[in-house]
């Protein structure tokens, strides 16, 4: 059964994004773009929901110049989990396809019929689901040294299930950018 790794980027109050800070919220360094790069370089499946989707190919539509490792994400294959894209809807990302159906479905699927790991970079509400099915093996988070407590959008784990966390790697990314990969297990909530 090929592994899952949910990839996602957060400041230390627990933000996704921010429209006053850019991208990495300017705290990019040669030893985080270069260890991107190799997560990256390995042969993968990428998956994605609908938004992220359509935020990355909007990007590329746009023309927008991206870093090393985002074009090497850009080439690996991917899967657009959705109930609401159309077959004939236009996919300007290379190497797409859209899959319809329940993400937990489509992933349980995807994680017995694939030879490559899984990855997923955003897609936080699918996550989300993914996580409270069990599909997710991996949460690597890379926690970037920032409080947008003002600014901050799209908290990452705003609306998840609760779940117990085990440390499998922890790293230092240009002497202040931390980057936490997790084994997450479920925590059994008792009823009120």
């Known amino acids: 059964m090929a592994s899952y790794t949910f990839d996602v980027f957060s400041t230390l109050d627990g933000y996704g994004s921010t429209d006053e ?23 993968q499946l990428m998956v ?21 490792w985002v074009v090497q994400m850009s080439e690996l294959p991917k899967v657009v989990v959705s ?4 077959p004939d809807e236009h996919l300007p990302w290379p190497n797409t ?6 993400a937990v479905d489509v992933v349980a699927r995807l994680k017995e019929e694939s030879k490559v790991p899984l990855r997923s ?17 991996r ?3 890379t926690i970037f040294p920032v409080i947008t407590g003002l600014t901050g959008q ?3 784990f705003r609306g998840a299930a609760e779940f117990d966390l085990d440390l499998i790697e922890a790293r230092t990314l240009d002497g202040r950018t931390q980057e936490l990969t997790y084994a997450p297990t479920v925590h059994p909530v008792r009823p009120r």
Not at 25 to 43: C, M, T, V
Not at 51 to 60: A, E, I, K, P
């Open 21 to 43: 800070w850019g991208g990495y919220w300017g705290k990019q360094g040669p030893e985080l773009l270069d260890h991107r790069a190799s997560l990256y370089a390995e042969d």
């Open 48 to 68: 994605f929901g609908p938004t992220t989707y359509r935020m990355f190919s909007g990007f590329v539509l746009a023309g927008v110049e991206f870093d090393p």
């Open 83 to 86: 109930r609401s894209m159309t």
């Open 97 to 102: 396809t859209v899959m319809h159906g329940d």
């Open 121 to 137: 970079h955003g897609s936080l509400s699918m996550n989300h689901a993914l996580m409270a099915a069990g599909l997710v093996d």
């Open 139 to 141: 949460i690597q988070v």
């Open 154 to 156: 799209d908290p990452i």
